[in-house]
T-cell receptor, first 114, second 110 residues
Framework: GAGVSQSPRYKVAKRGQDVALRCDPI?????LFWYQQALGQGPEFLTY????????KSGLPSDRFFAERPEGSVSTLKIQRTQQEDSAVYLC????????????FGPGTRLTVL | SQQGEEDPQALSIQEGENATMNCSYK?????LQWYRQNSGRGLVHLIL?????REKHSGRLRVTLDTSKKSSSLLITASRAADTASYFC??????????FGRGTSLIVHP
């Protein structure tokens, strides 16, 4: 069976551009998380969906970051007017339950903002 | 940052040796999880241990949890070159939001 997929795997953007990162979770998984991972660090929580409802977006670093999961499956993380400090790997994870346990991670999207 | 603390930050061993990594956290938890991340890849879930458990095994992995000391350890026995990766602990200090540490980078030399 397919795991969590993310696209694109790599994205280079010029400062000020908007980007959209896609996550396809495992079918039937209720929970979906977005994380930001800087080099040499652990994943930092960005936002959490339970089905289509965004229950927590406390980790989004600024109002330039926006995430949606309109039909409770595919999710998109959008970053507007990208800045150099947005450069990182963006990880998506899904889990079967609502407790956030045993998450299945995608390979990540490496975003480089020039 | 809400990350926990893992030590050592880096560990280099020979194939066949055991590798031990530690994780400390700050507040009470319901469970603690360990994940592995190979370079350039996503994280892979290894094991979950609940707060009422003291030890758990999975293949060559042994995890212990000491809630009085707010710490956990991950032991990999008879390590292999393929175990080379970063290892992260994650706690549920913030309810359903896993809080990850900075990780331990393990290198196993063949």
């Amino acid at each position: 069976g397919a795991g969590v997929s993310q696209s694109p795997r790599y994205k280079v953007a010029k400062r000020g551009q908007d980007v959209a990162l896609r996550c396809d979770p495992i079918s039937g998984h209720v929970s979906l998380f977005w994380y930001q991972q800087a080099l040499g660090q652990g994943p930092e929580f960005l936002t959490y969906f339970q089905n289509e409802a965004q229950l927590d977006k406390s980790g989004l670093p600024s109002d330039r970051f926006f995430a949606e999961r309109p039909e409770g499956s595919v999710s998109t993380l959008k970053i507007q007017r990208t800045q150099q400090e947005d450069s990182a790997v963006y990880l998506c994870a899904s889990s079967l339950d609502s407790a956030g346990n045993e998450q299945f991670f995608g390979p990540g999207t490496r975003l480089t903002v020039l | 940052s809400q990350q926990g603390e893992e030590d050592p930050q880096a560990l280099s061993i020979q194939e066949g040796e055991n590798a031990t990594m530690n994780c400390s956290y700050k507040t009470s938890i319901n469970n603690l999880q360990w994940y592995r991340q190979n370079s350039g890849r996503g994280l892979v879930h290894l094991i979950l241990i609940r707060s009422n458990e003291r030890e758990k095994h999975s293949g060559r992995l042994r995890v212990t949890l000491d809630t009085s000391k707010k710490s956990s350890s991950l032991l990999i026995t008879a390590s292999r070159a393929a175990d080379t990766a970063s290892y992260f602990c994650a706690t549920d200090q913030r309810s359903y939001i896993p809080t990850f540490g900075r990780g331990t980078s393990l290198i196993v030399h063949p």
